[in-house]
Structures are given as structure tokens and as C-alpha cells.
């Protein structure tokens, strides 16, 4: 192990104290912030690198499953609902994942003085997310989902989809009968 990565495990350590859960053999970087530590929970063996930002706000929940990956620069932000990633998660670095919007009906008051839409977000087993996505309230990702680069997902997803683009959408599909991947046309 790089002898940076003895300080991880060492901080991953002192977060069994502070979170909700942390996992054995889990490590993490030094994080950006952190917030509603004791709403969080981290399952075994993942791996959190520098920068992460990671907000339980109010009754929000923040539950990350075994054997995932997050590199630097990661935001999640959840607010008066559970925001899940799954088991055998990859998240590229600079994604952001929320499970909270901004109101922003009323055009005599700033949206910054308005209320906030919660819905529930769920990043399934064996998803990767590219790098720079930005992952919207509402967004249900099914099993070993591909998100691109840079993608702006919102929406639901089927099992084995690859999503890209702005606004995201899906171009490929695994094929359980053929075994292959099989583009998707609209």
C-alpha cells in the first residue's frame, strides 16, 4: 500500500467513531467537508479519496455500499430522504450526486429564498460514473449502469444501460440473449 494511504486507513479508523458505519478495510482521504456524519454509513472495503464532500442535511441519509470506489472531488449532497450507492461502485472524479433541488416557481423570490424538492436518487450495484456527471434528484440508476463523461442525469434507467449526453439519455443496452451490448436507437 502507498504510504499515504496507512493515513486513509488511519482516518478510516477515526470515522468508525464518528459515522453512522464505517466499513472494515475502509479507508478515506482527506475530505473537502462533511456534514450529518452520524446519517452516513460506508460499507466495507471502499475506497474514498481526497476532496470528498459529503452533506446529510436534516433527515437526509447518505448509505454507500461495499466495494466502492470514489476518487477526488466527489459531492453528495442528501437532504430529508436516503440517497443510496449500491455495492461495486466506481465514481469518477469531480461527479456530483444529489438527491435535492431548488424551488424556483415563484419569480418574485430569489431561488435562493425558496423551498427545495427532495426525490429519491439510487445509484444501483456495479454502476460507473464518468467523469464530471452530475447525477439529479429523481435519478434511479439500475444494475452496472455506464454514465459518460460529463452527463446530466436525471430520470429512471434500466439494468445494464450505457448513458450519456446532456440531457442524459441511453445508447446501449446489454443483451442477455446474444450477450452483447446492442445500440439503442430512437
Given at each position: ?26 479507508y478515506i482521504g482527506k475530505p473537502l467537508y462533511i456534514e450529518g ?13 481526497p476532496g470528498i464532500r459529503m452533506e446529510a442535511i436534516k433527515n ?127
Open positions: 500500500m502507498h504510504p499515504v494511504k496507512y493515513l486513509w486507513a488511519v482516518r478510516g479508523l477515526m470515522a468508525k467513531l464518528s459515522f453512522k458505519h464505517f466499513g472494515n478495510m475502509s456524519k452520524r446519517k452516513i454509513s460506508v460499507g466495507n472495503r471502499t475506497r474514498i479519496f437526509g441519509s447518505i448509505v454507500i455500499g461495499s466495494n466502492t470506489v470514489m476518487e477526488q472531488n466527489v459531492h453528495i449532497i442528501s437532504m430529508d430522504s436516503e440517497l443510496t450507492i449500491g455495492n461495486d461502485v466506481t465514481i469518477a472524479p469531480n461527479v456530483f450526486i444529489t438527491n435535492v433541488n431548488h424551488d424556483y416557481k415563484d419569480i418574485e423570490k430569489s431561488v435562493m429564498n425558496q423551498g427545495h424538492i427532495v426525490k429519491e436518487t439510487v445509484i444501483g450495484d456495479g454502476c460507473f460514473i464518468g467523469y464530471g456527471a452530475a447525477i439529479q434528484a429523481g435519478t434511479i440508476l439500475g444494475k452496472h449502469c455506464i454514465v459518460g463523461t460529463n452527463a446530466v442525469v436525471r430520470g429512471t434507467f434500466p439494468d445494464y444501460s450505457v448513458i450519456v449526453g446532456v440531457p442524459a439519455r441511453v445508447i446501449k443496452q446489454y443483451d442477455e440473449k446474444t450477450k452483447t451490448w446492442k445500440k439503442v436507437t430512437q
